[in-house]
């Protein structure tokens, strides 16, 4: 595993925690020689991750588009940011330069970004592990709601097992090292209910 994109809030949240594991995550990544490939701002949990992954020795590739380095949110710090145009084309270029993706705690940009690549996953357009570091149960309620869009015959158990989930960011790297994507249709049919 080579690269690994990290979704996280452009905010610190409300809890020093999150703060103290996207710190953590971004340490371990250089630590275990594996890139970070983010979002190019130097705010919030995407910042922490960020100047933790430099501070450690890591290779650090941020994606960033052109009106927010406009708005003076980009990483001044990074040895490699990439401006692109859009959101789109950001959000593209992460997928295609990382190996597997993490979602730390954020809002509704993180949550599309990580719920769009695992998407991909199910699709069978790549075969790259999803995952979520559930910090202080940040991601509790949304791992139980996909349970029930499970139990009410939406999403394939296999395919909701495709979103890996940890509290600690050292086992959540070990899962994704060892993961293999199964490929099984998305497509659920009268008799699976």
Request: proline letters at 3%; one cysteine or more; a negative charge.
């Amino acid at each position: 595993m080579k690269r690994i994109c990290v979704f996280s809030g452009s905010s610190a949240g409300r809890l020093g925690q999150y703060r103290v594991a996207a710190t953590r995550l971004g340490t371990l990544l250089a630590e275990r020689g594996i890139g970070l490939v983010y979002g190019g701002a130097a705010v919030g949990l995407m910042g922490a991750v960020a100047d933790a992954a430099i501070a450690a020795g890591g290779s650090v590739t941020g994606v960033i588009p052109q009106a927010l380095v406009d708005r003076e949110v980009a990483h001044t710090g990074l040895p490699d940011l990439r401006v692109v145009g859009s959101m789109h084309e950001r959000k593209a270029l992460m997928a295609e330069m990382s190996d597997a993706f993490i979602a730390l705690p954020g809002g509704i940009g993180t949550f599309e970004e990580i719920f769009e690549v695992w998407t991909w996953t199910q699709l069978g357009s790549h075969a790259k592990p999803c995952a979520v570091l559930n910090i202080e149960g940040f991601y509790d309620k949304l791992l139980g709601f996909l349970d029930h869009v499970v139990d009410e015959a939406f999403l394939k158990l296999v395919h909701r097992g495709m979103l890996l989930a940890s509290t600690d960011p050292a086992a959540l790297l070990d899962m994704i090292g060892s993961y293999q994507v199964p490929s099984e249709t998305k497509w659920i049919s009268s008799d699976e209910r």
